[in-house]
């Protein structure tokens, strides 16, 4: 056995692991299912060509999503720590540098940024259960529904409310640990959104415009997939498996040595698809059914989708069970984004986990005050409003772009050139286990194609 080998058995004690395969790829699968795929995946594959830019996106996943989630659980399963400290460890025992840890820790501080706005759009669909729940958007017109989402954008104390009830989910989940904890949930939660998921899909078929809804987002029209739509796939491709946050290290320092790397990357990539899909089924049929407009963001989920459940047979029923499954999805990702920060401080500090995940959930909390605030009574305030690019731009809006465009992308390609250019091939071969056309397949693709194409990305969100 290598050294890296005998190493990555190590260091496991008190942090345990998966109890099976079947619970990482319900992990790895709900990090990646969140916010974006119920409503983002399904109006890009609509506007841009649908079936061609599915196709597209399925070839953006394979050169670049499944690669570089293949690296990164290798980093966490070979470390065997904290995403930091397994990095710092693997690049040590291939006489690499240390410096090579940064792209954990720009993923890492992605990661605690991004749970900071996104517990506070999670707040917004806790917020909407209750809402659908009492019949709230019944018999509901644009104006009423356009005002309850307004008041409560409007409302800094109704955000912090529903703010600090979703972060204290969030907490409660991974304080408890891998077993009674992250694992625990997954297991409840992936299979409940799944049910529901399905649940929603089943009622769209019996709204008339099922077969239209199929048509949008399945018939490949080649002639409406231009250049930006082929960068709109590859950008997503990257971004929908929560690559680029240090996360997948973190799951994968809990993975046990006997279960395929490449095979749990491959399904947790096509459930993340399946689930994108099913949403689009879900969703398209409502909104055509009533004549409303396929909007993205979200105001198809906060004001267009309130508006037809409110205005259909058993809306009040499907507009709940639609809210829950937006909620679960919120939170598997939520749970996901602070577990590499909770791994750190555990390890770095002397408080045990309950601790760790009460300061890094608590910070997160504070910051995502600002983006609050941002929405109401700083939504005048640009704190960078003298550069032009970033005129009219919220504490809100930069935080969500300079994680997504610069800190993601730049984790990943540093990863990606990391392991396809300063880790021993050997090394590789033995943890990855693959055969030997398959490994090589991986291993050019890390190497050559994958830091291209992810610094496409890079390059173009930096220009759009």
């Known amino acids: 056995m290598s050294q890296s080998n005998s190493a990555s058995d190590s260091g496991i004690g008190a942090r345990g692991l998966w109890s ?4 990482f ?5 709900g990090s990646a299912v969140g916010l974006g795929n119920v409503w983002k995946f399904p109006y890009v594959t609509g506007e841009n060509g649908g079936g061609a830019f599915v196709l597209v996106y399925l070839l953006c996943i394979f050169i670049i999503g499944i690669p570089i989630m293949m690296a990164e659980v290798f980093i966490g399963r070979n470390g065997r720590h904290n995403p930091i400290t397994s990095f710092r460890l693997v690049a040590e025992r291939n006489l690499a540098s240390s410096g090579w840890r940064i792209s954990a820790i720009v993923g890492m501080l992605a990661a605690f940024i991004i749970l900071s706005f996104y517990s506070v759009i999670g707040g917004w669909a806790a917020s909407y259960v209750g ?10 017109t644009a104006e009423s529904v356009g005002e309850m989402f307004g ?5 800094p104390a109704k955000l912090l409310l529903w703010h600090t009830v979703f972060m204290a989910l969030v907490v409660l989940v991974v304080a408890r640990g891998l077993k009674g904890g992250l694992e625990r949930a997954v297991t409840i939660l992936m299979p409940a959104l799944f049910i529901l998921l399905l649940m929603v899909v089943g009622y769209a078929t019996t709204t008339g415009h099922f077969g239209e809804a199929v048509s949008f987002l399945f018939n490949p029209d080649f002639s409406a997939l231009t250049v930006n739509g ?14 680029g946050m240090a996360i997948m290290m973190a799951y994968g320092s809990y993975l ?5 790397i490449g095979r749990t990357a491959v399904a947790v990539a096509i459930m993340d698809t399946v689930v994108a899909l099913l949403a689009g089924l879900a969703i398209f049929p409502v909104v055509f059914a009533n004549g409303l407009e396929a909007g993205a963001g979200p105001g198809l989920i906060f004001q267009t989708l309130p508006l037809a459940f409110g205005n259909m047979p058993m809306g009040t029923l499907f507009g709940t069970l639609f809210f829950v499954l937006l909620l679960f999805a919120a939170w598997t990702s939520g749970i996901s984004l602070l577990e590499p920060v909770v791994e750190w401080v555990e390890e770095k500090t002397s408080f045990a986990r309950v601790g760790s995940a009460v300061i890094a959930g608590g910070a997160c909390w504070l910051l995502g005050i600002a983006s609050i605030l941002s929405l109401n009574v700083w939504a005048d305030v640009a704190p960078l409003g003298m550069f032009a690019a970033f005129e009219g731009k919220t504490i809100f809006d930069l935080l969500d772009y300079f994680t997504a465009n610069i800190m993601l992308p730049l984790s990943g390609l540093l990863t990606a050139i990391f392991v396809g250019w300063f880790v021993a091939k050997e090394s590789l071969k033995s943890d990855l286990a693959l055969q030997e056309g398959t490994f090589g397949l991986w291993y050019n693709l890390i190497r050559f194609v994958t830091p291209i194409a992810v610094a496409i990305v890079f390059v173009y969100n930096l220009l759009a």
Do not use: C, E, N
Request: proline share 0%; charged share 10%; glycine share 12%.
């Open 20 to 23: 099976s395969k079947f619970a």
């Open 230 to 243: 082929v960068l709109v796939a590859l950008g997503h491709a990257f971004f929908t498996l929560s690559l």
């Open 25 to 29: 790829i319900l992990a790895a699968t």
């Open 256 to 260: 046990s040595r006997d279960v395929s």
């Open 131 to 140: 809402h659908a729940a009492m019949g709230d958007f019944t018999g509901g």
């Open 151 to 155: 008041g409560l954008l409007a409302s």
